[in-house]
């Protein structure tokens, strides 16, 4: 394990650590051994978790990772870009027998498809997380990618109401769920404090955690919310809207700028929400417009970190 940084941080995100290859131009695949060309192709740092901790560090708030790499070059070039972004890695630990995870990201302005290699997305266990919060002593943690760490996610109820028992706050954004099953969900949504989905998302584990598909977000956001968890979900150019106890209790707009990426944009808005929770906002549509603005903002440039917003554009008035 890595020796960087010793002390208190405010945040400490869990989950995956991977590079992101991101492609564009003619993106959909045809088989039949046809060759297309592309626009760009990038290799970025990638990984939810990497992303939102990204963002966290460039809001001003101390942070640090907990995750897996392996002994290669893309950990290596992950744990480079995870430094230079002023992210604290030493709870990162490097595995010399499994490759680094890796996703390939297939772009287009307003969506993409993504194809992962889990590697050691999958390998970063409880007790790992435990250590890191004695030694670290964060305010609050932040779990992401859950549907990607199994092993995580089965000692996750546990390692909550341990984080409960210490004072500790949390967060949960569960990201996409390669199965499509959804499950395990019930449990954790009860032991967290904020639980930060997508549209998508929010509308498919509700119907998972109820039985019943929901009729529409508000009522998928609603049902979630009664399980104990403040729901903040991600709507896209919607902004942000938050649900509590079974009602609807703030929204906020995101932005209008011109989309050149939006890989990552959900991220950068849970780094938003969780730097406005860091810095003490008690206002919850003020810490939506802390999100939303964050996650707009990080759409301008390619990739999850390029152009995330920093504490003073975050700031300024909504023009």
């Not at 919060?133 to 109401?161: C, N, T």
């Not at 649900?243 to 989309?259: C, K, T, W």
Request: some cysteine.
């Amino acid at each position: 394990m890595s020796a960087d940084g010793v002390g208190a941080v405010d945040v400490l995100v869990v989950g995956d650590a991977n590079p992101d290859l991101l492609l564009t131009g003619d993106t959909v695949p045809r088989f039949g051994q046809a060759e297309q060309l592309l626009d760009t192709a990038d290799l970025l740092l990638g990984g939810s978790a990497s992303i939102v901790a990204c963002g966290l560090a460039r809001l001003g708030v101390t942070t640090a990772l907990a995750a897996v790499v392996g002994s290669d070059r893309f950990g290596s070039f992950v744990l480079d870009e995870l430094r230079a972004a002023g992210v604290d890695v030493s709870a990162v630990s490097v595995d010399d027998a499994v490759p680094t995870g890796l996703s390939v990201v297939l772009s287009e302005p307003h969506d993409r498809a993504i194809l992962t290699l889990p590697g050691t997305i999958p390998s970063l266990a409880a007790e790992a997380v435990r250590e890191a919060v004695e030694r670290l002593r964060p305010r609050h943690v932040h779990v992401a990618s859950y549907f990607l760490q199994p092993g995580l996610a089965a000692s996750l109820p546990e390692l909550l109401s341990w984080l409960a028992e210490h004072g500790i706050t949390v967060s949960l954004d569960t990201n996409w769920d390669p199965s499509e099953r959804w499950s395990g969900l019930q449990e954790v949504l009860r032991r967290v404090d904020v639980f930060l989905p997508n549209r998508e998302e929010a509308l498919a584990i509700a119907a998972a955690v109820t039985g019943s598909v929901p009729a529409g977000l508000e009522e998928a956001s609603s049902a979630l919310s009664e399980l104990g968890c403040r729901v903040v979900v991600k709507a896209g150019a919607e902004g942000g809207i938050a649900f509590e106890g079974g009602a609807r209790v703030a929204a906020s707009p995101g932005l209008r700028v011109e989309v050149v990426d939006t890989t990552g944009a959900g991220d950068s808005f849970d780094a938003g929400y969780l730097a406005a929770l860091a810095a003490g906002v008690a206002d919850e549509e003020e810490r939506l417009r802390w999100a939303a603005t964050a996650g707009s903002l990080s759409v301008r440039g390619r990739g999850g970190t390029a152009a995330q917003a920093t504490r003073d554009e975050l700031l300024l008035p909504i023009p």
